[in-house]
């Protein structure tokens, strides 16, 4: 099991876009992902769940990753929030899965 701390630098926060940017990405792997804020936790790859978390700028969210492939999820949720994923798009998550 890892965890990781990650706070949204994003000026418009996690919003739609990034959010199904980021359930694409986790679908794909094996591991369970969950993401805790204040009181509440989710299912990270479910688009509903993210977004009922209202993730401003400067909010900090902890991935609980747990499963066989825990430690590339783990990496590419670091490149996720590191990027500018504003600029992400579904061509890019998917050249990232080779």
């Known amino acids: 099991m890892i965890e990781k701390k990650i706070t949204i630098k994003s000026i418009k926060g996690l919003h739609?876009?990034?959010?199904?940017?980021?359930?694409?990405?986790?679908?794909?792997?094996?591991?369970?992902?969950?993401?805790?804020?204040?009181?509440m936790e989710?299912?990270?790859?479910?688009?509903?769940?993210?977004l009922i978390l209202a993730a401003g700028r400067g909010t900090e969210l902890n991935f609980v990753i747990n499963g066989q492939d825990e430690q590339n999820v783990s990496r590419e949720l670091e490149e996720f929030f590191n990027s500018d994923f504003e600029?992400?798009?579904?061509?890019?998550?998917?050249t990232n899965e080779k």
């Open 16 to 39: 739609a876009r990034p959010c199904a940017l980021l359930v694409k990405m986790l679908s794909k792997s094996k591991s369970d992902v969950k993401i805790l804020k204040d009181d």
């Open 42 to 50: 989710v299912d990270a790859k479910s688009i509903m769940s993210i």
């Open 87 to 94: 600029e992400m798009n579904a061509e890019e998550i998917n």
